[in-house]
């Protein structure tokens, strides 16, 4: 079945560095990829996406990046701060609207 | 834009009850909504999708029975826990997808569910 994997599960960084964050999906129907970041007790909140017609997307810190030929995403958070503290989930959804997540990653930004 | 809300948002029941959760899109019709069961230090997974006006489709190994889902109108949806055990404690969440806006879907805020 539909599956992604995402790496690491754990990922800490010193305040200002970069943090990256991977996945890899299977079904290669999937055409829409979104990241979503989730704080303690609370509903997973979209911080970026992208589409399958698309290679890069940038918001201010935060990118993502699709390798569509090889079935990789990932997510890259520069200049980190403590609040980037979360845990990060990547998703692939494919024609039938059905949402795979990833495992998560747990981000630890040490001020 | 694309608010959905959950209700209640922590609920303490006792084993054996019934307990119903509600989403709403608050400022979109969702043709379709999701149910999503997250336990601790776990990822989201998927329990049912529903559809308005027709009957929700389940995962593997989700109990129809058990799960019961109303997907009254383009604005609700109801998941209610029947006869809820201890196991069945856990953070629920729903989203709904917008179709003015493709594939996005928006995520409630949570349902935290502890049964005693």
């Known amino acids: 079945g539909e599956n992604v994997e995402q790496h690491p599960s754990t990922l800490s960084v010193q305040e200002g560095d970069s943090a990256v964050i991977k996945c890899t999906y299977s079904?290669?129907?999937?055409?829409?990829f979104p990241w979503y970041k989730q704080e303690l007790g609370k509903g997973p909140q979209l911080i970026i996406d992208?589409?399958?017609?698309?290679g890069e997307k940038k918001d201010q810190r935060i990118a993502v990046t699709l390798n569509k030929t090889a079935k990789h995403f990932s997510l890259h958070i520069t200049e980190t701060q403590p609040e980037d503290s979360a845990v990060y989930f990547c998703?692939?959804?494919?024609?039938?609207?059905?949402?795979?997540f990833g495992a998560g990653t747990r981000l630890f930004v040490k001020a | 834009g694309a608010v959905v809300s959950q209700h209640p948002s922590r609920v303490i029941c006792k084993s054996g009850t019934s307990v119903k959760i509600e989403c709403r899109s608050l400022?979109?019709?969702?043709?379709?909504m999701f149910w999503y069961r997250q336990f601790p230090k776990q990822s989201l997974m998927l329990m049912a999708t529903?559809?308005?006006?027709?009957?929700?489709?389940?995962e593997q190994g989700v109990e129809k029975d058990k799960f019961l889902i109303n997907h009254a109108s383009l604005t609700l949806s109801t998941l209610t826990v029947t006869s809820a055990h201890p196991e069945d404690s856990s953070f629920y969440i729903c989203?709904?997808?917008?179709?003015?806006?493709?594939?996005?879907?928006?995520f409630g805020p949570g349902t935290r569910l502890t049964v005693l």
């Open positions: 400022d979109f019709q969702a043709t379709t």
């Open positions: 079904d290669s129907a999937s055409n829409y």
């Open positions: 529903s559809n308005e006006g027709s009957k929700a489709t389940y």
């Open positions: 989203s709904a997808r917008d179709p003015g806006r493709g594939n996005e879907q928006f």
């Open positions: 998703a692939a959804i494919g024609g039938g609207f059905k949402t795979i």
């Open positions: 992208i589409r399958s017609n698309v």
